[in-house]
């Protein structure tokens, strides 16, 4: 019995090497195929030099001397492309060939992770292989243990694309943004830093213990100068308005929109004193002061809105008492002259 | 007659210093040994090294990791853990790779 189950691990083991083992032929492929792109760019801009210097040849035969200049002054401009694409096309012919590694080499690197790591799970439906890390700490703060899983499928994708996830098994994200479950990860994606050269070249030459190990010593290792959200405020609260961290006892919630702000982008009403987002707040036309919706209300003549201290007891504004008071005053002034008009000749 | 003397002094000399370093060369070659060095740290290296027999791994850290500790490193002979003292053979596929390697944040473009 113990004998089958060894045999049919090892039967698994085979079939997954052999499966990674075409992913990195796909993956020299598409290296292959970006060489022959900027061949194929450079051959185009090699012709369009050719085609130029027969007209330029053919421009003097002739003593077309304004025609000749104008080829010159076209592949002048052309020249500065042209070294480009040339450097370009050095560096990739250039660049170390590879060598695919040999199946049983593959099969070794799984034989060695799983001594590295326990056990090595395959995901059969998403075709990725994955390793799960210890419960990480870093300065204090649990993060629980992550699963490093690499996609075969997408390892032919290497040059544009990370083929590998970090999925936290059991979350303790920042504050301010959940999705980040790791300083140096961001929506699943591991922010690999002085890792990046190193573990892409673990993955094209086929050293695939080298890669889980790269990627789980970033995620035990903490960069105080350029994590995506920094410990010191992975506790925090982000503000609502400006994005900026902030600790819960620094941070002032707004009943109206049910959000939270920092102390900047919050204030408080001036009669009742709720605390208040600045959009939830209403400046009073009158006073300039800040006031929560439940404190103001509308003038009965202008229907603009006002604090209700800026209102008098009818409901009116300033403007509209004064406003009223004049037209009371004309009204009085003309009923004292009409008595004058009646009187008799 | 002083002088063809010393002349004839210098040319033995010379060709002690000469037979010296065929010696030395001769013995250099046979006694380097070939081995797999897989560098995971920086921009990475991976390529076969010529390293003096009976070198240690402990020696060999010393050598190609100038500047680093032991202790700040993961270093595997054909996968395997060894003891400092263990001396490479021909052959051999060493591999260090640094334990603490600093991730940053992701920079969208």
Known sequence: ?345 | MRVVRLSSIADRMYEIVLNKESINKFNERKITMRILFINNSGAGYADYVNIAENTTIDQFFAIKMQGQQENDCLIRVNRQPVPKDYVLQEGDRVTITPTKIEGARLVIA
Request: hydrophobic content about 30%; charged content about 30%; some cysteine.
């Open chain 1, 1 to 345: 019995m113990r004998k089958e189950n060894f045999m049919e691990k090892q039967k698994k083991l085979i079939r997954l090497s052999n499966l990674l083992l075409d992913s990195l032929y796909e993956l020299k492929k598409a290296k292959l195929r970006q060489i022959q792109n900027v061949m194929e760019d450079f051959g185009i801009r090699c012709s369009d030099t050719t085609k130029d210097s027969h007209l330029f040849y053919a421009a003097i035969e002739r003593n077309w001397l304004h025609s000749a200049e104008q080829v010159i002054s076209r592949v002048n401009r052309n020249l500065n492309d042209f070294s480009y694409h040339l450097q370009r096309f050095k560096e990739l012919v250039n660049s170390d060939e590879t060598v695919l590694p040999k199946l049983a080499d593959i099969y070794a690197e799984l034989i060695q992770i799983e001594q590295e790591f326990g056990e090595i799970k395959f995901d059969s439906n998403e075709k990725a292989i994955s390793v799960t890390t210890e419960p990480i700490t870093l300065n204090d703060i649990p993060l629980g243990p992550f699963e490093v899983k690499l996609s075969i499928g997408q390892i032919s994708k290497l040059y544009s694309d990370a083929p590998f996830r970090i999925i936290a098994l059991r979350p303790n994200p920042a504050g301010s943004n959940d999705e980040v479950t790791h300083p140096h990860e961001h929506f699943e994606r591991l922010c690999e830093g002085d890792g990046h050269v190193s573990i892409r070249s673990a993955i094209e030459q086929g050293r695939f213990c080298d890669f889980f190990t790269m990627a789980v010593n970033i995620l035990q290792t903490y960069n105080p100068d350029s994590p995506y959200i920094s410990l010191d405020d992975w506790e925090g609260i982000s503000c609502y308005d400006c994005g900026c961290t902030i600790s819960s006892d620094d941070c002032y919630y707004c009943e109206y929109c049910d959000r939270d702000y920092c102390s900047s982008c919050s204030s408080y009403c001036q009669m009742c004193d709720t605390a208040m987002c600045l959009g939830c707040a209403y400046g009073c036309p009158s006073c300039n002061e800040p006031v929560c919706r439940n404190c103001t209300a509308k003038c009965k003549d202008c229907e603009e809105t006002f604090c209700k201290d800026c209102l008098d007891e009818e409901g009116l504004c300033q403007n509209c008492q004064e406003q009223r008071k004049e037209n009371e005053n004309e009204e009085q002034e003309q009923l004292s002259e009409e008595p004058k008009a009646d009187a008799p000749v």
